[in-house]
């Protein structure tokens, strides 16, 4: 299961379970202007490419809440 993290580990915004986020396989997550602008559609931490994340159903989240763990990234995001 996703764990819907809750920020860009770029720019640290907010990204509830209902945003616009991107992904690579490993869950990096990014907003979607870093993801477009800033990264060109490649993860900086995998160099997979980011994908729109899905969107879990809200009777969904009730029951399998999102993660409210934040990551950013050591190193500053290209760009």
Excluded: H, W, Y
Excluded at 11 to 33: G, H, K, M, V
Excluded at 41 to 64: D, E, H, M, V, Y
């Amino acid at each position: 299961m996703l764990l819907l993290k809750p920020n860009c580990e770029c720019c640290d915004r907010d990204l509830p379970p209902e945003s616009d986020a991107r992904i690579c396989s490993f869950e990096c997550t990014f907003c979607a202007d870093c993801a477009q602008m800033r990264l060109k559609g490649i993860c900086p931490n995998c160099g997979g490419k980011l994908t729109a994340r899905p969107i879990r159903p809200k009777a969904a989240l009730a029951r399998f809440p999102a993660s409210d763990v934040r990551v950013l990234r050591k190193a500053p995001c290209p760009g």
